[in-house]
């Protein structure tokens, strides 16, 4: 069935490392990719996303690009910070007859200190 | 910024009873979705809304469970009787349009813990 596959966190990394957040999918047809952010206390906010093969997402330093050939959306940025601690979520959407519902990976909790 | 609310934050609720979760989208959009988050599980899909009718539903949204746009603000998430696997993080969403890719945003979610 249509899924997606996330690297088990939690991710611990000092401040100003290299981050990757590993995510798979499969799907029927051609979704549309996500990665969500959920900060403490907060609800989910759209980090970046990619509509078609080879598309890069980018927003505040993150990007991922989607690899239709490998099935992957993986997150990366090139130097964290303490305030990007919170829970990140790959998800998928556009599926054929699912309307624009989403399906979410397990999330994968980043801890970054000082 | 616009923003989608939802209360209350925590619901605490004895099993067979009935609960109300309720999201006030953002004003202009016109598609309205429940998830939800059993703890340390994903994040799931419940039910997607537009124009006062269920667009789809997942298997999870099954008899007990009913939502309602009861005026031009407010959307409801109602579960008819408790069961002690309701117990979630229950997430309203909305989106401006229903199309692939359009951006879903998210309220705070309500913790639902039913003893």
């Known amino acids: 069935g249509n899924s997606v596959t996330q690297m088990e966190g939690p991710v611990t990394l000092s401040e100003e490392a290299f981050l990757t957040i590993n995510c798979t999918y499969t799907?029927?047809?051609?979704?549309?990719l996500f990665w969500y952010v959920q900060y403490p206390g907060e609800g989910l906010q759209l980090l970046l996303k990619?509509?078609?093969?080879?598309d890069k997402g980018s927003n505040k330093g993150f990007e991922a690009t989607y690899r239709k050939e490998t099935t992957s959306f993986h997150l990366e940025k090139g130097s964290v910070q303490v305030s990007d601690s919170a829970v990140y979520f790959c998800?998928?959407?556009?599926?054929?007859?699912?309307?624009?519902?989403?399906?979410f990976g397990a999330g994968t909790r980043l801890a970054v200190h000082p | 910024e616009p923003e989608v609310t939802q209360t209350p934050s925590h619901q605490v609720t004895q099993m067979g009873q009935e609960v109300i979760l309720r999201c006030v989208p953002i004003?202009?959009?016109?598609?309205f979705y429940w998830y939800r988050q059993i703890l340390g599980q994903k994040v799931e899909f419940l039910v997607s809304?537009?124009?006062?009718?269920?667009?789809?539903k997942s298997e999870i949204f099954d008899d007990q469970f009913s939502v309602e746009r009861p005026d031009g603000s407010n959307f409801t998430l109602k579960i008819r009787s408790t069961k002690l696997e309701d117990s979630a993080m229950y997430f309203c969403?909305?989106?401006?349009?229903?199309?692939?890719?359009?951006?879903?945003?998210f309220g705070p979610g309500t913790r639902l813990t039913v003893l």
């Open positions: 969403a909305s989106s401006e349009r229903g199309t692939v890719g359009n951006e879903q945003f």
């Open positions: 799907a029927t047809g051609y979704p549309s």
């Open positions: 990619a509509t078609k093969a080879d």
């Open positions: 998800a998928l959407t556009g599926l054929p007859g699912g309307y624009n519902k989403l399906i």
């Open positions: 004003s202009n959009h016109l598609y």
């Open positions: 809304f537009y124009n006062n009718e269920i667009s789809e």
